[in-house]
């Protein structure tokens, strides 16, 4: 039997942050200025091992969970993270794994991820400008390290990888078009990001995004590109193909053109909490639970139960929220 949520949305997909962490501070995640360098972030105590992790994984799979994706706060700075991988990749049912990372830490990790079972893998890279870059990372790295991190996961064997952009207005959005063409003479796929309201410390504001609309037409203007559909239901980019056949571009455009309708994605927070929507304000803590010896079924029932009250669509309803929301989940330490 099909899990669904209260708007007939099945549970297929798991987003594991696996740390809270990361060796960046972007602008639209992490600011340095809050981020610091007193910044608490959570004890090794309280993160969910790597054995934990993996017995969700075992339970959610029933409930409808195929395809696993690892995420952070930036999941390389996971000592070991490979080991992870290769857990989660026994899984019976499990049919998918993939990460995100800056690829910061890719040079060393690469092969082991491959060896491991990954998938795929995504890397973020938000402009080729190197001052426009570290502007945006909090001055962490340059763009070469990035790019080396690319070619350590060409490498090692990752086809097609897929970079992530998330473009901000007056920052990079004249990095479009360099992207867009340096992803398409190299065979990788190119993923436009509209800036998100995630969270509440990056400053948001509508002015600031640079709609799907406007990230096409920039890319179209230079190399003329065609829509395309889905790949499959709940898939999150909106697909175009260059009219030339030389690949394909992706916008995720989550503020001008919302699709929670087919949300199909569960959060595992690096503490164990769950969450049914990337702007949640409240999470359902599994951890408890799961150290106070709970058997897997009462595990399962607390997901099911969550998944079957689901009724979140935040994107949809963000033009039409007037009062004041409850505080929200912070991109670095749900995932993006």
Request: with cysteine.
């Amino acid at each position: 039997m099909t899990l669904t949520d209260q708007l007939n949305r099945p549970l297929h997909d798991l987003r594991i942050s696996v740390t809270d962490r990361c060796n960046f501070r972007c602008t639209y995640c992490m600011p340095a200025t809050i981020f610091g360098e007193g910044y608490r972030f959570l004890p090794k105590s309280e993160v969910l091992s790597f054995e934990e992790i993996t017995r969700l994984v075992r339970i959610l799979v029933p409930l409808g969970v195929r395809k696993v994706r690892l995420t952070g706060g930036e999941p390389l700075v996971r000592k070991d993270i490979e080991r992870l991988v290769g857990q989660i990749a026994a899984v019976p049912g499990v049919e998918d794994i993939a990460l995100t990372t800056n690829g910061y830490f890719l040079p060393q990790k690469a092969q082991a991820l491959k060896d491991a079972g990954l998938r795929r893998i995504t890397i973020s890279l938000d402009s080729l400008d190197n001052a426009v870059f570290r502007a945006l990372n909090g001055d962490r790295a340059d763009v070469s390290d990035v790019l080396a991190g690319i070619e350590a996961a060409e490498r090692a064997g990752f086809a097609p990888i897929k970079i992530n952009a998330v473009i901000k207005r007056g920052v990079n959005e004249g990095s479009v078009v360099d992207l867009a063409r340096f992803c398409r003479e190299r065979g990788y796929i190119a993923r436009f990001i509209e800036y998100m309201d995630v969270g509440n410390v990056n400053g948001w504001r509508m002015d600031d995004v640079v709609s799907a609309d406007e990230i096409v037409a920039l890319i179209d203007a230079e190399l003329p590109l065609e829509p395309v559909p889905p790949n499959y239901f709940g898939e999150v980019a909106q697909r175009y193909r260059y009219r030339d056949g030389g690949g394909e571009v992706g916008v995720i455009a989550s503020v001008t053109r919302p699709f929670c309708g087919a949300c199909t994605r569960l959060r595992l927070s690096p503490e164990g909490r769950i969450y049914t929507c990337l702007f949640a304000t409240h999470g359902v803590d599994l951890r408890g639970p799961l150290r106070a010896g709970a058997p897997d079924d009462e595990i399962a029932a607390i997901v099911r139960q969550g998944w079957q009250r689901r009724a979140d669509r935040y994107s949809e309803l963000r033009a039409a929220q007037t009062a004041p929301r409850e505080p929200k989940v912070e991109m670095y330490y749900i995932g993006g």
